[in-house]
């Protein structure tokens, strides 16, 4: 009979599940109809300040009263991303006055769980409430959420930070990123870094100051925004990637910054990975594609010499260089048909694949 | 008559059985429950995060190749190619392999998509029949390769597929399946979230009935089909329950061959899909458990909640009994090919808890379960069964999987903000008890048959009756 208790007491816990479920569906609704609601009021509210000047001093109370509520934010949130699309030099101004209102939430949504604490930093980063204003407070409470160990709540204070504009912040942020270890994609601070608000340049003189401090996890990621952020950066490149003590990822990095990026002083580097035979096939590859961007009688001689080469990818991104390059397939080809199966098979499927855009452009 | 002894053997023997089956269905119970509550707390905080914007904002685009194995599929490979070049996402390209159909699969695609012949070099990483043709179109959005290649069954297409893929991660999926419009950046979320993470699997749900635009759902409802609409619940009840339990210890055993994301220099290491079986997405994921783990290779297996795939279930009880058996066939190859697996501590969790309930609970279980039918004739025939005990007893195991089933469903459809009308939520409760009752019976009977010729069907593509997907 214990067995049966056993099972009965499942049973209730399921039931139970489902009347959560069933509440869920109602409280969902009626949470979505309060924010509309609330967000009617709001509308109505702050369409009175925008016809101001200034915003009045009982409207900032009227919000530091409501805001600090999670459901109200959600709602003003709603509110401004509309008011946002019909007025957004209004909705901007009005942002800017409010600065001492969110200052004040900053320390309301500290105390909060890390879920509800999250949403703040979105808000932050979303109507780019202090940009190019960094308020120690408010710095040192995002820096506070970038140490947790919630990714979202670490990437939205990370956002809020890059919006700020301020650069030694980031650099302070990325420093906790390194010491806590925890894995924070190479991708989202690439990008994060990409949407810095501030001035870039300042930015990059900070990074490059701190950049051995930083961890493989951090420098691969900086590189990577190096790369796209401007061709400004050659010399240190230059240096990692002709660094053998280097991280090779790293110095797969710099390969593919001068492939973005002419360098002459790099190509004698590139033709050397281009004849070295390391173990390592993708020094070869890399630089089989880096080559493309260097056009030379000697880049072509490098690349033919590479269209042979027993890796099937330093073959490929051989092909697709010379393709870049211009090079006419009728030109090589003959010099492989017979001999060289693979080079050859490489460079039909690009001559056909070249032909095959080349019609698609004369169609349209 | 039979003696005093006999009768008191069989009556040991009986009740030896009872305390396994106690035991068994205890378990069984605990599983499903555990997994439920776990489950649907888990989407409850899902909902939560995003309503919060605890989510990646921006989109984050990691290339992906998607494959997409076909035979004989002329009626719905255009359509599904069509609503793969629909998709919300930018880095992506398109990798139908065309398994030697005896039909006009690959002349359909060359003619709606105006492909061009070219003589395209595959890099043989992991063995295949050889190409016969390869086709590519520069026109769309992305780009688009249809590969022509000797028969020889669904793994060897995929295979193919991954040796002629370009990009670091790909998608498996079935030839009649749709993915949601947004499916793409769902299933890479978690690649983003944790590192090491070597497959990613989706939701299969089955589109009976759902009408799809551009890869959004206009119009959700139960489908008329009672059996596909039994299927509907079976699915909300796996999907959501054990795979998202697993998926807290990375213990998943299983990725759905309709939709899953495959990180592609370990699944080449790992040796790619395996021919000789027919369970070939359960067995990779299997294969990359079992080789990551000798490896010392740091790994992970994921389940995206919200990647949404829509597929077709079957309508007619003949091809349900036909999937079926290919399932449980699979599933029996996989295992058996790797029983290192089974009682190892090197695999921990996988190993005692995924698949160890694999093999009670899904391989076995038919079997027990006819023996258990067995058992009861022997201990009515004996005279020893307590019927109302026994009555009582199917009945709180109906209602305890009626109500898990039916939590489930709620859970699920009210966490992805489908509506269901009052109407389906009747029909639902209505069937949750014959999808108890009858069809998992009926299921039992026919896994257990599984066997029956199965060398016959080796490499057979497993046909079911194809019907295009209601889309606008």
Redesign the interface.
């Known amino acids: 009979m214990k ?2 208790i ?3 007491a ?2 209730a ?3 139970a ?2 009347i959560f ?2 509440v ?2 109602f409280v ?1 609704r009626k949470k979505d109809k309060n924010i509309e609601k609330r967000s009617i009021d709001f509308t109505n509210i702050i369409k009175e300040q925008l016809e101001n000047q200034k915003v009045d001093e009982e409207h900032k109370k009227f919000l530091r009263k409501k805001l600090k509520h ?1 459901n109200h934010m ?1 709602a003003f949130d709603e509110t401004l991303e509309k008011l946002y699309k019909e007025n957004p030099e209004k909705i901007k101004n009005y942002i800017v006055d409010l600065s001492s209102v969110f200052v004040f939430l900053t320390f309301k949504y500290s105390e909060k769980n890390v ?2 604490a ?2 703040f930093p ?1 808000i932050i980063k979303k109507y780019e409430v202090f940009k190019g204003d960094s308020i120690s407070v408010v710095i040192d409470q995002l820096l506070e959420l970038v140490k947790e160990p ?4 670490r ?2 204070a990370l ?1 809020a930070l890059y919006s700020i504009g301020d650069a030694n912040s980031v650099v302070v942020a990325l420093k906790i990123l390194n010491q806590k270890g925890c ?1 924070h ?1 190479a ?2 601070i690439t ?1 994060g870094l990409l949407s810095f608000s501030g001035s870039k340049e300042t930015l990059n003189k900070k990074l490059w100051t701190v950049f051995d401090e930083f961890g493989i996890s951090i420098k691969k990621p900086l590189l990577d925004y190096f790369r796209f952020e401007s061709g400004n950066h050659s010399e240190k490149m230059l240096s990692i990637m002709t660094d053998s003590e280097e991280n090779q990822e790293l110095r797969f990095s710099a390969i593919r910054y001068f492939a973005k990026y002419r360098y002459t002083p790099a190509l004698t580097f590139l033709y050397d990975f281009a004849k070295e035979d390391s173990a390592i096939w993708e020094y070869k590859a890399i630089t089989a594609s880096a080559l493309g961007s260097y056009p030379s009688k000697k880049t072509e001689e490098v690349l033919k010499e590479l269209l042979c080469d027993r890796n ?1 990818y330093v073959r490929y991104n051989a092909s697709d260089s010379l393709e870049r390059l211009g090079v006419e397939y009728e030109e090589i080809i003959d010099v492989f048909e017979g001999k060289d199966r ?1 080079a050859s ?2 460079l ?2 690009r001559f ?2 070249k032909k ?2 080349s ?2 452009v004369t ?1 349209v | 008559m039979i003696s005093d002894d006999a009768f008191m053997i069989v009556k040991t023997i009986l009740d030896y059985i009872n305390v396994f089956f ?1 035991i068994y ?2 378990g069984y ?2 599983f499903l ?1 555990l997994a ?2 776990i489950g ?1 707390s888990e989407l ?1 905080k899902k ?3 995003e ?8 989109n ?1 685009y ?1 290339p992906i190749s998607i494959i997409v194995p076909a035979y004989n599929e002329e009626v719905t490979v255009v359509q599904t190619v069509k609503s793969l070049l629909a998709l919300e996402y930018n880095l992506y390209e398109v990798v139908v392999v065309d398994d030697g159909s005896k039909d006009r699969t690959s002349q359909k695609l060359i003619d709606a998509f105006d492909m ?1 012949p ?4 595959v ?1 043989r990483k992991i063995g295949c029949q050889p190409e016969e043709f390869v086709y ?1 179109s ?2 769309e959005k992305v780009p688009l390769t249809l590969i022509r290649k000797k028969n020889g069954g669904k793994a060897d297409s995929l295979n193919m597929g991954i040796n002629a893929c370009k990009y670091p991660y790909f998608i498996c999926m079935d030839a009649d399946s749709v993915l949601q419009y947004d499916s793409l950046s769902k299933i890479v979320r978690p ?5 090491n993470i070597v497959a990613v699997g989706g939701v299969v749900r089955p589109a009976n009935s759902v009408t799809l635009d551009h890869g959004r759902v206009l119009d959700y409802q139960l489908p008329q089909n009672i059996l596909a609409c039994m299927q509907v619940l079976e699915y909300d009840r796996s999907f959501l329950a054990s795979r998202i339990l697993f998926d807290k210890f990375n213990g998943s055993l299983i990725i759905s061959g309709a939709f899953g994301l495959f990180k592609k220099d370990v699944v080449i290491a790992a040796g790619g899909y395996d021919h000789s079986t027919m369970g070939e997405d359960m067995e990779l994921v299997v294969k990359l458990h079992e080789y990551c783990t000798l490896n010392e290779i740091p790994y992970c297996v994921k389940y995206a909640t919200d990647a949404i795939c829509w597929s077709q279930a079957p309508e007619k009880l003949k091809d349900l009994c036909k999937q079926r058996k290919r399932w449980h066939l699979g599933l029996f190859q996989s295992m058996w090919k790797h029983k290192v697996m089974l009682f190892n501590a090197k695999f921990g969790a996988v190993s005692f808890v995924s698949f160890f309930y694999f093999l009670l609970y899904e391989l076995l279980s038919p079997f027990i379960e006819i023996f258990g039918v067995i058992t009861m004739l022997l201990a009515f025939v004996f005279d020893l069964i307590n019927i109302p005990f026994m009555l ?2 199917f009945a ?2 109906a ?2 999987g009626c ?2 089933t ?2 489930a469903f ?2 699920r459809t ?1 966490t992805i903000d489908l509506k269901i009308s009052a109407k389906d939520a009747f029909k639902a409760i209505l069937l949750c008890f014959f999808e108890i009752t009858c069809l998992r019976f009926v299921m039992a009977f026919v896994r257990s048959t599984a066997f029956f010729g199965y060398k016959k069907k080796r490499l057979n593509w497993g046909r079911i009756e194809r019907k295009k997907i209601n889309i606008k």
């Open positions: 067995v049966e056993l099972i009965y499942y049973l816990i399921c039931a599940m489902i479920n069933i869920c569906i969902f999670i959600m879920i509800q999250a949403y979105y919630n990714l979202y709540c990437e939205n956002q894995f994609h991708k989202m990008d099937w693979y098979e490489m039909r499927y056909d694949r095959l855009k019609k698609e169609t | 106690v269905l205890i119970s605990s429950f439920v509550v649907s409850y909902r939560q995060q309503k919060l914007k605890n989510t990646l904002l921006q984050y990691v061009q070219i003589r395209r070099p890099h590519e520069v026109s690649l983003m979230e944790q590192e009582l007893f709180i195991y209602v305890f109500i898990l039916l939590t709620f859970a009210h």
